[in-house]
């Protein structure tokens, strides 16, 4: 076994992606203030405190994302605070932070040779495109999917033209707020 498959096996990249209840994951103007809109009150659904969200957050290692989601990211206050994060892109753009890079080839190499030799813990955040090309490369192993209580009719869908793939589902959780969080691993052979 090479040292990159090696690596690759130690490292897990995460797709995490929020999506309507119709599989949109942005509004035909790429608009997202649909997700803050409060859902009913689902008394069954557990709710995170602050303090369990940001011990969470700590446990990932580095995001990546497309250029659109990063220039989204700016306008609503960089939430990646100071984890090492990626923008794929081939247009210039200006990081705002040191822990901001940019990268522009073939995402099997970023992956496999930049990150998985000092990342284990790899989150895909957007957006669609980006996101789609790393499932059509076998990229991902987990899929997050959070659902908002919302019917959009229209805009980005979150999966494009994909081949058939096969997920396991790992876990359920619904929240107060009416979103449903379904984890999902690849099927390996």
Same mark, same amino acid.
């Given at each position: 076994?090479?040292?990159?498959?090696?690596?690759?096996?130690?490292?897990?990249?995460?797709?995490?992606?929020? /999506? /309507?209840?119709?599989?949109?994951?942005?509004?035909?103007?790429?608009?997202?203030?649909?997700?803050?809109?409060?859902?009913?009150?689902?008394? @069954?659904?557990?709710?995170?405190?602050?303090?369990?969200?940001?011990?969470?957050?700590?446990?990932?290692?580095?995001?990546?994302?497309?250029?659109?989601?990063?220039?989204?990211?700016?306008?609503?206050?960089?939430?990646?605070?100071?984890?090492?994060?990626? &923008?794929?892109?081939?247009?210039?753009? /200006?990081?705002?932070?040191?822990?901001?890079?940019?990268?522009?080839?073939?995402?099997?190499?970023?992956?496999?040779?930049?990150?998985?030799? @000092?990342?284990?813990?790899?989150?895909?955040?957007?957006?669609?495109?980006?996101?789609? @090309?790393?499932?059509?490369?076998?990229?991902?192993?987990?899929?997050?999917?959070?659902?908002?209580? &919302?019917?959009?009719?229209?805009?980005? @869908?979150?999966?494009?033209?994909?081949?058939?793939?096969?997920?396991?589902?790992?876990?359920?959780? /619904?929240?107060?707020?009416?979103?449903?969080?379904?984890?999902?691993?690849?099927?390996?052979?």
């Amino acid at each position: 076994m090479s040292g990159s498959e090696v690596n690759s096996k130690a490292r897990t990249v995460t797709l995490h992606m929020v /999506s /309507s209840l119709d599989g949109f994951i942005a509004k035909k103007d790429n608009t997202v203030s649909w997700l803050d809109s409060p859902g009913d009150i689902y008394e @069954r659904g557990v709710s995170i405190s602050a303090e369990e969200a940001a011990a969470f957050v700590k446990t990932i290692d580095c995001y990546v994302l497309g250029s659109r989601t990063y220039e989204h990211a700016l306008e609503l206050g960089w939430p990646y605070g100071d984890t090492p994060t990626v &923008v794929v892109t081939s247009r210039e753009l /200006s990081p705002v932070k040191k822990s901001v890079q940019f990268y522009s080839g073939d995402l099997k190499t970023l992956v496999d040779v930049n990150l998985a030799p @000092r990342y284990r813990n790899i989150w895909l955040v957007g957006g669609a495109m980006l996101c789609n @090309r790393f499932l059509e490369l076998g990229l991902v192993d987990k899929i997050k999917l959070m659902i908002a209580p &919302v019917v959009l009719g229209e805009g980005l @869908r979150l999966f494009g033209s994909l081949p058939e793939q096969r997920w396991s589902l790992r876990n359920v959780v /619904s929240y107060k707020n009416g979103f449903v969080e379904l984890s999902y691993s690849a099927v390996t052979a």
